[in-house]
């Protein structure tokens, strides 16, 4: 098992920023993928952003591609979302996840645990 717990989430403005961190503990947390994802009320859960467990490939939606960026920290157990040119549409609660085995990194199903979430508002 893997516990992961986000933080970091808030107001902000549009153009503002913001960087999100998702704590892992638990079972060897090095070897697992990690993806963040979002979701808006009433609409289903988006991919965000993925990174292998080596940190070497990344991979992100097109809405969010050169703006946000997706890293991680395997001595800490930590991996990072630093959000910027946010804009309303960002809004959402995001949600880091943990993927153990091989898959497409882009699906909410292929990831085996999940945090709690953490909300994201962007004003306009």
């Known amino acids: 098992q893997v516990q992961l717990v986000e933080s970091g989430g808030g107001l902000v403005q549009a153009g503002g920023s913001l960087r999100l961190s998702c704590a892992a503990s638990?079972?060897?947390?090095?070897?697992?993928?990690m993806g963040w994802f979002r979701q808006a009320p009433g609409k289903e859960r988006d991919f965000v952003a993925a990174?292998?467990?080596?940190?070497?490939?990344?991979y992100y939606a097109s809405s969010v591609k050169g703006r946000f960026t997706i890293s991680r920290a395997n001595a800490e157990n930590t991996v990072y979302l630093l959000m910027n040119i946010l804009k309303p549409e960002d809004t959402a609660v995001y949600y880091c996840?943990?993927?153990?085995?091989?898959?497409?990194?882009?699906?909410?199903?292929?990831?085996?645990?999940w945090g709690q979430g953490t909300q994201v508002t962007v004003s306009s």
């Open positions: 638990g079972r060897t947390y090095s070897n697992y993928a």
């Open positions: 990174i292998t467990w080596s940190g070497g490939s990344t």
């Open positions: 996840a943990a993927r153990y085995h091989t898959g497409s990194y882009y699906l909410a199903d292929e990831y085996d645990f």
